[in-house]
């Protein structure tokens, strides 16, 4: 990933976030400290951490597995693995 794609996948992940809570001001509990955010999993995914990345997205997605984000940074960092099937189902 570019740092033009960076930027791009930074700026649409802040768009979702504050579109979110925008909508939904009051949707639901505030995460547990044990819970991970999308801001941690993201941090890892900049920071090259894929594996830890990953972690984090995938509990995200227990807990609501149609999270249009969560799907999306997933997809992308499968397709940064390699697995461009599994990417393209994320990310869809």
């Not at 890892?44 to 999306?72: C, F, I, T």
């Amino acid at each position: 990933m570019n740092k033009t794609e960076k930027r791009r996948q930074l700026k649409l992940a802040d768009k979702a976030t504050l579109k979110t809570n925008r909508a939904e001001p009051n949707a639901g509990p505030e995460p547990s400290p044990e819970q991970p955010t999308l801001e941690q999993g993201f941090h890892h995914h900049s920071a090259g951490r894929l594996a830890e990345a990953e972690g984090v997205y995938l509990q995200l997605l227990e807990n609501d597995p149609d999270h249009p984000v969560g799907l999306h940074l997933l997809g992308v960092l499968s397709h940064q693995l390699g697995k461009n099937d599994l990417a393209v189902e994320r990310i869809s």
